[in-house]
């Protein structure tokens, strides 16, 4: 009997063995950091040195053409930012495996860090939870959040006084909102919706939804396309006719990804972009996502504390810009002023 046990687990060994040796291993190889407009090369391996058939590559789930189960990444084509690198390998009789890695790529330029002065300092509205801001024939423009309290607004910049507004449903947090084509496209929070208001009226006209991109925080626009963030590293480029998601990019500098990106404005071909709860400003590219500049408004942080009592998420938030006189405008969450400032280069 401990004899033919001795044999069974001899041969239960060498099955195990066996089977070991046919199990397919598939890794992809591919550097974890990089620079722009590097060249990357990514390859498949099978560890065990097992014979597969096919590899098919994805870059952010589009295919790329590859050979002798290797490619070469070309980043500029990406931009900066985390890309989604998998492998279909067919194998075996009739079997397939897909395998997933990934690279991060970095700015390969330092930003450009940027210091103010004020200009003029105009009233704003204490009571507006600032989420967008712009500039439009003279007046600002204005949404603002919290449930119960959003709204959006008309207000003659010299006063600060509130000339037009219309209250969001009180289910929705009212977030950014820009004008196009004579239209206000306007973003809630969570609800997986924005609004198309009649620019005169303020009355609301249409509804739309959201695409890959959960949530609403900030909106602009180019001459060709509305320009969203998510509270994420992301921006999104939207159709403006459809509201439909074109592409995205994801905003780095040299260092690292720049999360939570809140309100946005669109200012001489940059995206401007400020961080939520934080005193500063990203000048990003909109083509790779590259953070060309940087701006430290904490200074104006302490200008607003030597006059109200900042509550926790009382921050930096609302960018507008008067393309014909080159006016530059920022505001913040419940603050009682608006700066117009000039941006000036650290040396």
């Known amino acids: 009997m401990k004899t033919f046990n001795r044999i069974s687990l001899l041969l239960l060994t060498i099955i195990t063995l066996a089977s070991c040796g046919t199990d397919h291993k598939f890794v ?31 870059v952010n789930g589009k295919e790329v053409s590859s050979e002798n189960n290797t490619f070469s990444l070309d980043t500029k084509n990406y931009g900066v930012g985390k890309l989604s690198i998998s492998a279909m390998v067919k194998y075996g009789e009739g079997k397939s495996k897909r395998i997933n890695n990934s690279t991060e ?14 200009v003029n300092t105009y009233p704003h509205d204490k009571t507006a939870y600032t989420q967008g801001l712009e500039y439009y024939n003279g007046f600002l423009y204005e949404s603002t959040g919290k ?49 198309i208001y009649n620019l005169e009226t303020l009355t609301m006209e249409k509804e739309f939804p959201y695409g890959r991109s959960k949530e609403g925080w900030g909106l602009t626009h180019s001459d060709t396309e509305l320009i969203k963030s998510d509270g994420t590293t992301k921006v999104w480029f939207l ?5 439909k998601e074109k592409r995205s990019i994801q905003a780095y500098n040299q260092n690292q990804s720049i999360p939570k990106l809140n309100e946005l404005e669109y200012i001489n071909g940059k995206i401007y972009a400020n961080y939520w709860q934080k005193p500063l400003i990203a000048i990003i590219n909109p083509t790779n996502g590259v953070v060309e500049g940087i701006v430290n408004l904490s200074g104006l ?17 609302g960018i507008a810009y008067d393309a014909e006189n080159n006016r530059l405008f920022v505001t913040g969450k419940n603050w009682g002023k608006l700066f117009e400032i000039e941006l000036v280069k650290q040396q």
């Not at 008309?154 to 977030?175: N, P, W």
Request: aromatic share 12%; net charge neutral; no cysteine.
């Open 28 to 58: 992809i190889k591919v550097q974890k950091k990089a620079i722009l407009n590097d060249k990357v090369t990514v390859s498949l391996t099978e560890e065990n040195n097992n014979p597969f058939e096919k590899v098919t590559f994805f």
């Open 105 to 118: 790529v970095f700015s390969n330029i330092p930003y450009q860090a940027y210091d103010y002065k004020i």
């Open 301 to 317: 942080v302490k200008e607003i504390e030597n006059t109200q009592q900042l509550k926790d998420d009382d921050v930096l938030n």
């Open 239 to 243: 159709d403006p006719e459809t509201q």
């Open 147 to 195: 449930r119960g309290k959003s709204s959006l607004r008309k207000v003659e910049l010299k006063t600060g006084k509130v000339l037009q507004k219309t209250a969001i449903e009180d289910r929705y947090f009212g977030e950014g909102m820009t004008i196009f084509n004579n239209k206000i496209y306007f973003l809630t929070w969570e609800a997986h919706k924005g609004f």
